[in-house]
Nanobody, 124 residues
Framework: QVQLVESGGGLVQAGGSLRLSCAASGRTFSSYIMGWFRQAPGKERVIVAGISRSGGSTYYADSVKGRFTISRDNAKNTVYLQMNNLEPEDTAVYYC?????????????????WGQGTQVTVSS
């Protein structure tokens, strides 16, 4: 199974941009659907975006639609989350996740492997 390591978090002003990366170990990266989740202080972890094995299908939570873009490079074993027009409400720990299922990219239960998370803080 793959191991996941996120990077790219940090502090940014509202309206700014960040790109998160998630590097996966192993040779089977392309067999996993990939997703990004986030957990704000005192709240449950929620799915932000998901992407199919080939990258041809994506899912976005309504709260980020039009501002965030998920993509993957199977040759580099990496999935990305480009976050534009960030808002203070986007402040959270962001987690990369992988799954072998794929019935629905939006189902949190599809994702079973997790990275350690990276902090994103958006100041107003």
């Amino acid at each position: 199974q793959v191991q996941l390591v996120e990077s790219g978090g940090g502090l940014v002003q509202a309206g700014g941009s960040l790109r998160l990366s998630c590097a996966a170990s192993g040779r089977t990266f392309s067999s996993y659907i990939m997703g990004w989740f986030r957990q704000a202080p005192g709240k449950e972890r929620v799915i932000v975006a998901g992407i199919s094995r080939s990258g041809g299908s994506t899912y976005y939570a309504d709260s980020v639609k039009g501002r965030f873009t998920i993509s993957r490079d199977n040759a580099k074993n990496t999935v990305y989350l480009q976050m534009n027009n960030l808002e203070p409400e986007d402040t959270a720990v962001y987690y990369c996740a992988a799954g072998r299922g794929g019935l629905s990219l939006s189902r949190p239960q599809e994702y079973v492997l997790w990275g350690q998370g990276t902090q994103v803080t958006v100041s107003s």
